[in-house]
DNA sequence: CTGTTAGCGCGTTCAC
DNA sequence: GTGAACGCGCTAACAG
């Protein structure tokens, strides 16, 4: 391996010269700079980050942390914050924690020992003095998380309007009796939907039903299984609004077992627009968040935050509704 | 920051013993260690792996370079790759060149400042002495490349047999005029599929019709373009083969466009199996292959290479055929 | 078993 | 403009 001090044997100057002149910091004579390139071409030098970083500097790398990059969603996010991360000169490092907080720590925990610059947090993660541990110190952007975090910022979409424009889209088209699906209780994403949708339906004046809200996971299982409790519960519906995406899809297939047609027989609302919604026959109606820009921000304000003092403390991006073909018009003939 | 001189100072002893202590590594008196250990704990000192990996061994990170990670075939493969790293204690780095060999050589130029131990490769990049330059010394596994790179080592799926395995699936129900919307001719494993198909066809004897052949980029566009493409051909066919599952699904979108019945007067597969695969409707009858396998065999060589000496030089895994909607039995009733 | 002494490759004071 | 020397945090020979 040939260091720095190679070069400058080659070069015939010192080791500072060298480095001055592959930094381009401070003043080093043109021909001697030039002499210095040449003589580090010629040997195939490679300048060692580590050493750079070793010096307390930054070592011009970030994590990512997802629960699981097959999740649609992630892979979009991650897009985004890849690319800001790319813009400035910045690697990625990706971790996946299976919603699990200990795997977390771990994983940050590690982190730490490789002096990553900075982290984005994606995801729910159950909260403990352990986590709490691994992040201190840490620069941390959240994304769609509560902020636990003292200091840490958030980025995140308006879940509850969300929620509302979803169930208002519904209540336009005539439907009455508008189910929810939603995700997990102790996801603050999932609590902001399900309020959104509450919010909706009583501003319309139409009555909120607990019991045609079923709780499941942000997967297709989530859905189809949510959709089957609600059947069991015998309470009629003609509409429904899934948690998210995925939890749609589920939804779907489980009104494709009962026989039931989309949307004549029953309208579905996803939320999160992943690509995958626009695949779908019938294409899925749903709420589009910008995925990708989510993970854009985060990275800006995570690499920002390096480098200005003042931060906004958090971002709050928009969302609206992609009307495909899973949501139709409420037809008074019956239906159960 | 707390060093391991700190602790050294703190815990009473040499910074060399609190290093054995805290690596484990040759002989440290029980209660010596103890006080090492607590010692650290109290100053909450963190280990800096910069400062290890410095004395030239191993970084513990490996890197991925997938073309686009919101492709969904290459999230799967990725989480194949992060198993094993995880397992092995190794963090990854996830980078994204677009098939954009020069983009690739930037990333992996940057990857060796930073020391990674290896790089999985993934997908087709256009071959250059750069390339080479950027790849010469690294230990670098391909997935899905040709093997042009000197020694390295490639894990794959056998294509060609997965190419023969759709088509012959399509002859079986009858099919005689099978079209085929492959992928792009620079890269091999659209070759091979091509081969497939047309080995199988010449076996049965079946005559290659080079006119119901069409390239086309590996995604969406690429299968719908290609579709309406051999529509304007005016060769009749029933069936066709498509270079991946992407593609079949904008062929999917071309013939709902054009007014053809999927299967009922067109047959459709793809090939990969993505988990997307699964969620369309009809459900797309495709080529499996072990998408996440592949990445775990692929980290696998990789972190074993720098293990064991001896490694196989590349591994072939076996596809197969899986059977959805998207097809079905050829009905002679007239077609074009 | 433990401590001393060198570096690892590089940036960064300082003098010259 | 250039160089010598020190130190980043840690591991690895060597002693003892």
């Known amino acids: 391996m040939v260091t720095i001090r190679d070069v400058a044997a080659e070069a015939g100057v010192s080791i500072t010269t060298v480095s001055r002149a592959l930094n381009e910091s401070g003043r080093v004579g043109r021909a001697t700079r030039e002499r210095v390139l040449n003589a580090a071409r010629r040997l195939g030098y490679e300048p060692n980050d580590l050493a750079r970083s070793l010096h307390g500097k930054a070592t011009g790398t970030i994590a990512v942390l997802v629960p699981d990059i097959t999740n649609p969603f992630f892979p979009e996010l991650v897009k985004g914050v890849q690319e800001v991360a790319t813009a400035h000169q910045k690697l990625l490092l990706l971790c996946q924690t299976s919603e699990d907080s200990e795997i977390a720590v771990q994983e940050l925990l590690h982190l730490r020992r490789k002096r990553v610059d900075g982290v984005v947090l994606v995801g729910g993660l159950a909260a403990s003095e352990q986590l709490d541990a691994a992040l201190a110190g840490l620069p941390v952007v959240a ?29 336009e088209l005539g439907h009455e009796h508008i189910a929810h699906v939603r995700g997990p209780a102790h996801l603050s994403v999932a609590q902001d939907r399900h309020d959104g949708y509450r919010e909706a339906l009583e501003e319309a004046g139409l009555p909120y039903d607990a019991s045609l809200v079923v709780e499941g996971g942000f997967l297709e299982e989530g859905g189809y299984d949510g959709l089957r409790a609600l059947r069991r519960r015998r309470r009629p519906f003609t509409a429904v609004f899934c948690g998210n995406d995925l939890m749609a899809i589920g939804a779907l297939r489980a009104l494709e077992d009962v026989g039931l047609a989309v949307p004549d027989e029953v309208s579905v609302v996803g939320f999160d627009d992943i690509h995958l919604a626009s695949y779908l026959r019938p294409g899925l109606t749903t709420v589009h ?18 480098m200005n003092d003042e931060q906004p403390a958090s971002e709050v991006l928009d969302v609206h509704i992609v009307r495909r073909q899973t949501t139709a018009r409420h037809r008074r003939t019956e239906v159960r």
């Open 143 to 171: 994304v769609d998380r509560d902020t636990t975090v003292d200091g840490s910022r958030v980025v995140r979409s308006d879940h509850r309007r969300g929620g509302r424009l979803a169930t208002e889209h519904l209540i």
């Open 289 to 306: 968040q910008p995925i990708q820009t989510l993970g854009r921000r985060a990275a800006a304000l995570l690499i920002g935050s390096a």
